[in-house]
């Protein structure tokens, strides 16, 4: 699987932006996936993951209820709706993913990396 993100941009604090991440192969489905994020100066940090058939999702508690992860297996994509952007929100966004079992917050656990998309939230 190779992973190809997307949707990045500028926007004011209070707005929204809509990543994507599209993923190559064909057993999409059997993989969990996570959004992690990369500010300068600071270590990666968990966002969001959700489980290979999208039944349940894990988020960062601070972007718990601000953004929501999902999935199109059809289309093999992955998306992170961000909403209520706040400028500690800027940040490189990556998305991976795990063969492991269950929704994991653990970055060592993500094998598969993309490139990340810039984010970044004016004050």
């Known amino acids: 699987v190779q992973l190809q993100a997307s949707g990045g941009g500028t926007v004011q604090a209070g707005g929204s932006l809509r990543l994507s991440c599209a993923a190559s192969?064909?057993?999409?489905?059997?993989?969990?996936m996570a959004w992690f994020r990369q500010a300068p100066g600071k270590e990666r940090e968990f966002v969001a993951a959700?489980?290979?058939?999208?039944?349940?999702?894990m988020y960062a508690d601070s972007v718990k209820g601000r953004f929501i992860i999902s999935r199109d297996n059809a289309k093999n994509m992955v998306h992170l709706q961000m909403n209520t952007l706040k400028p500690e929100d800027t940040a490189i966004y990556l998305c991976?993913?795990?063969?492991?079992?269950?929704?994991?917050?653990?970055?060592?656990?993500?094998?598969?990396w993309g490139q990340g998309t810039q984010v970044t939230v004016s004050s």
């Open positions: 959700i489980t290979g058939s999208g039944r349940n999702q």
């Open positions: 991976a993913a795990t063969t492991a079992i269950g929704v994991t917050s653990n970055e060592y656990t993500y094998k598969l």
């Open positions: 192969g064909r057993t999409f489905s059997s993989y969990g």
